[in-house]
Structures are given as structure tokens and as C-alpha cells.
């Protein structure tokens, strides 16, 4: 039973299938510190003032996520989309690795999370 696996982008190795459909993680076991290597913190919260500076708003898990945002139903999943396509962001795991929650992520960048019930939801 593979049929929700995915394919770890870096080796083409199936990726853990056990976290239901669409949620496979883009590298295999083998390959995510290397992939999140390629995000070291302080390139991280650059991107993320970045993200601030081009939107407005600091990004939410969901820009950085499209999986997630397509799994949650997100109204502007195609605008989620297009942005996160449009440029070089780090992964929502990325941030994640390095920080504990979310917000740690964006506050650690100097920036205001966005507040929970505000705009769109914020899962920390
Ligand atoms: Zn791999």
C-alpha cells in the first residue's frame, strides 16, 4: 500500500506514505537535512521579512505550505499557490526545523505574527 507515498524530490526514493493523501513529505528520511540545509535560520527570516515586505503580511504556515492550505480547503488556495511558485521560499518544514512553532519563526525576524481569527487562521 504506496498509493499515497510520494517521491523524495532530491533522490526519486518513495517518501513516507503513512500521513494520508497529499501529505507526503517532499524528500525521503535520506534527503531532508540535506534539503533543509538549504535553509539556514538566518536565510529563513530573510525570506520571511521578504514575504512581509512583498504581501504586507508576514507569510502565514499556509503560504509556505500549499499542501496543507489544499488539504485545509483555503479560499485563496491559488493565490497561495502562485505566490509560494513565484519565488524562492523556504518549505514550511524548513521552518519547522528550526523553530518550534510558527510564530517563534516570524517573531524571531522581528516581525508580528498574524493574530489567530484574524485574516487567516495561524496554526502555531
Ligand atoms: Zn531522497
Known amino acids: 500500500m504506496n498509493s499515497y507515498g510520494g517521491k523524495c524530490e532530491t533522490c526519486g526514493a518513495p517518501t513516507d506514505p503513512s ?3 497529499g501529505k507526503a513529505p517532499k524528500h525521503c528520511k535520506e534527503c531532508a537535512p540535506a534539503a533543509n540545509a538549504k535553509w539556514p535560520p538566518e536565510r529563513i527570516l530573510q525570506k520571511i ?3 512581509a515586505d512583498l504581501y504586507g503580511d508576514p507569510p502565514g504556515c499556509m503560504d509556505w505550505n500549499p499542501t496543507l492550505a489544499a488539504n485545509k480547503g483555503a479560499a485563496d488556495l491559488a493565490t497561495i499557490r502562485e505566490r509560494f511558485e513565484s519565488g524562492d521560499w523556504p518549505w514550511y518544514g524548513s521552518v519547522t526545523y528550526n ?3 510558527w510564530n517563534d519563526a ?3 525576524a522581528g516581525l508580528q505574527p498574524r493574530e489567530a481569527g484574524k485574516g487567516r487562521k495561524v496554526f502555531a
Do not use: D, F, K, Y
Open 99 to 101: 523553530w518550534p512553532t
Open 49 to 51: 521579512r521578504e514575504w
Open 19 to 21: 500521513q494520508g493523501p
Open 106 to 108: 516570524i517573531r524571531a
